[in-house]
């Protein structure tokens, strides 16, 4: 033992186990499953794993209530990441993962290894990382009080996160080719960054995670460990507050080049076939990676920690084992082929070593400076974690947020200034200052670049291509979670739908407060059955993903935030569509209904500072025949351009879709009122584009799929014209516009006033 | 034409290269890992994008004193041609086959998109096709943090005078790049460097299919 550690009795008696993350009664678990007090090593090694972040103890019972399987799912949750078939002996593996904790603290860090932490998902189950996505949440960029320190900070956070992101994944190269950023007063304290990775594999270069086979080598691969990240997992499952910035120690830093070498080893050794089992160290690093593929098996491990390759001096064995030092992975290996491993690893300067074996006993057994220190049974480290069905409570003010009618105001007298206005706000201008950092590109496979509804990206040695998006607003799910979960999943698989691809499956990332609350508990409840009803009646498994409760600070919570990301397949390449007009003279067709929906709406915070009411309605009949009516049209040729209507409503779908030259000519006759029509958000809507030629065979099949589908108008040159009843709302030029709109973010973070 | 690809630790761009090269009726590209001591059976060598060595030290820095690079210089020596794009430009000029070398953005932010540029100078070895198809204004991809070129006045006067800027930016200047340099060669014309991405403008549905053509020329 180390000489400075705490003793078993002193743990007991001095409660340390709290700051582990352990609250009495599990201590008191841990205490009758192994028959004796644990030493510091082990109460570490049980405060990681049976924290939310790796136990998923408090929404365990709420998450079975997903669908998880299809015709299609090759891999379902439980390994590192999801796989799904996509025919020509091809699958895709996805996954998406909050790193928000981290990312508070240490922005640039926190999302680089966000990024690096979900890429080993991909690659460990065998895949080829193809795409990276994310969803950032932060606060206001600006107020009415210039310099103002908490919108300076977030300034620094999204800055940070943005050059965090882009710092690993362009030098790893795997292109980020989309995502989404929100801003409301909700993040400021407590912004989210979660990151999605997509892979390609074959169905023969897949990976497992089990460790099978006494005595067979374990072989630690990669960085050295060092002492950062040190209870790393048990820190995202506490709420953040004034001390979190000691903290620190607890962000782990991210080596993309050792990433981009670790990818091409690993990816090499598994062709050779010399390995059985591969699980990357992520969060909880060593003790989930061995624990886990231990208790996949059935088996055991014994390990010498003094063989783990280390980048500080004098480590001990419950840093050793709890460090999250990032860039490694553990493999077992098949007997006799280690020369194998290391020969490859050798050629690609990544660190190889035996730690350990595994053996017959179901027991993790570690050895340091030739003591035991640690002895613990996998089933009371994995099988045992207490789960807790937890209460809940509709939080106060819920219904009388709901109750409020959500149009309070009258019509604005210049509703083009309004529009103005509107499309400069950092929630609806382009994100181009985001994305423009990122390599988009590499791996020359993306075919729609970030800016359309869903990215998508080619699958080489095929004729199709995987369409992806990620979404999520939390806005509506503040308002009303049930719906706004419904809306999370509907709205990322219309997406899909409208770059031509037929939705697969999802991964989801539930960024929610603390679930001791009633109140917040309430939410993740409602949101997930939400969100569960749709996959169900949409027919989309969702095959992993992460949940990240304790956001947090200061006792106030974020809105719940679930985030879905959605991976489609195109069947031919042909039919992959993007957002923008193609020619003058197109028809534009609307579909869907538009109503007087505007709770939770963009519009309604400009106006009113604040959201209220209920969110718009989600009608799943509506939605899935729309979805449907747009991908057979898209399949048969006639859609030119196709979008998906969310925030800012028709107006800003509208002006999203044109491009430096191409704008629209509109005149609607619609009777709701013209700030209502739009900017209402209403559900299930997309804006198309056809050619003269087609349009009326589009519209009959929308007649026949019972689709309400109205011509508003077509593409013109150079103007942004929009009438409603005949009456003229906006008559403008569009490259002033398109100008206000491309560049509002840019001016907010280059040149704040 | 057989062309190398070199492929250095971190190189990223190197599939890319790979796979635009041998999209080319003509040409036939093969990896060459950076400990190869010999690049004597190809006639022309490509050297990638990416982040070799994850840009410790400086940028293409550590990649100018890999093993390969002896052969390299050779293969310079002997007239074969040699493109190196991005971070293959860096190295480039890091090892001193070009002059100058690359700074961060004058924007100080990572920079991606597509962007114009013109072909100034359709006579050297790597742009003939551009002349044939009567095309000098482009569009091909950037993608860096560092390709804000520099050079001395005198060797700007050089580079001016021999004809050795291939490629300016013709619109908003993306990096600071002194005179709106995009790409250079050396004095004797067989050396080419340039920071946006031939390979990333390959067919209709990358958004471009101006780089094709600067493989095309190649082939001559």
Request: net charge negative; glycine share 10%; hydrophobic share 35%.
């Amino acid at each position: 033992m180390h000489p400075d550690e705490p003793t078993p009795d002193q743990i007991y008696s001095e409660q340390v186990y709290r700051k582990m993350g352990l609250n009495d009664v599990e201590y008191s678990l841990v205490v009758e499953l192994l028959g004796r007090k644990p030493n510091l090593t082990e109460t570490g090694i049980f405060g990681v794993m049976w924290s939310e972040h790796c136990s998923y103890k408090n929404s365990k019972p709420l998450l079975s209530r997903f669908p998880v399987d299809g015709p299609e799912v090759l891999q379902g949750p439980g390994e590192g990441a999801g796989v799904v078939d996509i025919g020509d002996g091809y699958a895709f593996v996805f996954k998406v993962e909050s790193h928000n904790h981290p990312s508070a603290i240490e922005p640039y860090q926190g999302a680089a290894t966000g990024v690096g932490g979900i890429l080993r998902d991909i690659f460990s189950m065998g895949a080829r990382p193809v795409a990276i996505l994310n969803s950032l949440r932060f606060g206001p960029l600006s107020n009415n009080e210039p310099g103002n320190a908490s919108t300076s900070r977030t300034r620094y956070l999204f800055r940070r996160v943005v050059a965090g992101i882009a710092g690993y994944g362009n030098c790893i190269g795997v292109p980020t080719v989309g995502g989404e950023v929100c801003f409301d007063e909700c993040y400021t304290g407590n912004p989210l960054v979660n990151a999605m990775g997509v892979g390609i594999l074959r169905h023969d270069q897949l990976q497992h995670g089990r460790a099978e086979g006494a005595g067979k080598s374990v072989i630690y691969v990669g960085s050295a460990t060092g002492r950062d990240g040190i209870h790393g997992a048990t820190f995202a499952s506490e709420e953040l507050n004034k001390d979190s910035d000691t903290k620190r120690p607890s962000v782990q830093v991210g080596d993309p080049f050792m990433g981009k070498l670790l990818i091409e080893a690993c990816l090499e050794v598994y062709e050779s076939g010399a390995i059985y089992s591969v699980q990357d160290m992520g969060a909880a690093g060593l003790t989930c990676s061995s624990t886990e593929m231990s208790d996949k098996g059935g088996v055991g491990m014994k390990l010498n920690l003094n063989l783990v390759p280390q980048r500080a001096e004098n480590m001990s064995a419950y840093e050793i084992m709890l460090s999250e030092s990032q860039e490694r992975m553990l493999f077992v290996a098949n007997p006799g082929r280690e020369e194998e491993v290391f020969a490859i690893c050798k050629k690609w300067n990544v660190p190889a070593v035996t730690i350990g074996h595994v053996i017959e006993e179901p027991v993790l057994r570690l050895k340091h400076h030739d003591e035991t220190v640690a002895e613990l049974p996998l089933k009371t480290v994995c099988g045992s974690t207490p789960i807790y069905q937890r209460e809940s409570k509709i939080p106060e003010g819920v219904l009388e947020r709901q109750k409020q009618s959500a149009l309070t105001w009258d019509v604005p007298e210049d509703l083009f200034s309004v529009f103005q206005q509107l499309i400069q706000t950092p929630e609806l201008s382009s994100k181009s200052w985001v994305y423009q950092q990122y390599d988009y590109m590499v791996r020359t496979n993306t075919s729609v670049r970030p800016g359309s509804d869903a990215a998508v990206v080619r699958v080489e040695g095929t004729d199709k291509s995987l369409a992806m998006s990620i979404d999520g607003n939390s806005r509506y799910v503040f308002l009303d979670p049930k719906t706004g979960g419904k809306i999370a999943v509907a709205e990322a698989a219309r997406n899909v739908v409208c770059s031509g691809g037929r939705p697969s499956a999802i991964t989801d990332c539930l960024n929610f407060g603390n679930p001791e609350n009633q109140e917040i508990f309430w939410q993740l409840e409602q949101a997930v059955s939400g969100m569960a009803e749709v996959c169900n009646f949409l027919n989309l498994p969702v095959t992993g993903g992460n949940v990240s409760l304790y956001n947090e600070t200061e006792g106030k919570a974020i809105y719940p935030t679930p985030v879905v990301g959605v991976v489609g397949l195109i069947e031919h390449n042909v039919q992959t569509t993007t957002l923008f007009f193609k020619n003058t003279g197109d028809v534009l067709l609307l579909l869907g209904d538009t109503k007087n929906e505007l709770g939770g709406s963009v519009y309604q915070h400009m106006q009113m500072g604040k959201i209220f009411g209920i969110p718009p309605e989600l009608d799943l009949e509506k939605e899935l025949t729309l979805q449907q009516a747009v991908l057979e049209s898209i399949r048969s040729g006639n859609v030119l351009s196709a979008h998906d209507l969310s925030h800012g409503g028709l107006a800003l779908a509208l002006l999203t879709s044109c491009t430096d030259d191409l704008g629209v000519s509109i005149d609607w006759k619609i009777d709701l009122r013209p700030d209502v029509a739009l900017f209402s958000e209403s559900q299930s809507r997309i804006l198309l584009s056809v050619s003269p030629k087609n349009a009326a065979s589009v519209e009959s099949r929308m007649r026949q799929k019972k689709v309400p589908c109205v011509r508003i108008g077509k593409v013109v040159s150079g103007r942004f014209d929009i009438s409603l009843d005949s009456f003229s709302i906006i008559q403008s030029a569009l490259q002033p516009l398109r100008d206000l709109w491309q560049n509002a973010i840019e001016r907010e973070m280059e040149f704040p006033v | 034409m057989r062309c190398a690809v070199l492929v250095f630790p971190g190189s990223n761009c190197d599939s890319d290269l790979y796979k635009a090269a041998n999209s080319v009726e003509g040409l036939e590209a093969e990896y060459v890992w950076y400990k190869s001591e010999s690049l004597d059976s190809f006639d022309a060598v490509l050297i990638p994008g990416g982040f070799s060595y994850g840009d410790a030290l400086r940028v293409g820095a550590l990649a100018a004193r890999a093993p390969v690079l002896k052969a390299l210089r050779g293969a310079a020596d002997s007239g074969i041609r040699i493109l190196g794009i991005c971070n293959g430009f860096q190295i480039l000029t890091e090892c001193g086959l070009l002059p100058g070398a690359l700074h961060r953005n004058s924007g100080l932010r990572f920079i991606c998109k597509t962007t114009p540029l013109q072909v100034v100078n359709t006579d050297c070895q790597f742009t003939t096709g551009y002349k044939k198809n009567s095309v000098t204004h482009i569009h091909l991809p950037i993608a860096h943090g560092e390709g804000n070129y520099t050079c001395d006045s005198e060797t700007l006067r050089k580079l001016e005078d021999n004809g050795q800027i291939v490629f300016r930016y013709s619109g908003n200047n993306p990096n600071g790049s002194v005179a709106n340099i995009a790409g250079i060669t050396n004095e004797a014309g067989n050396v080419l460097g340039m920071m946006p991405h031939p390979e990333r403008a390959m067919t209709k549905w990358m958004g471009s299919e101006d780089g094709r053509i600067l493989f095309e020329s190649m082939r001559h």
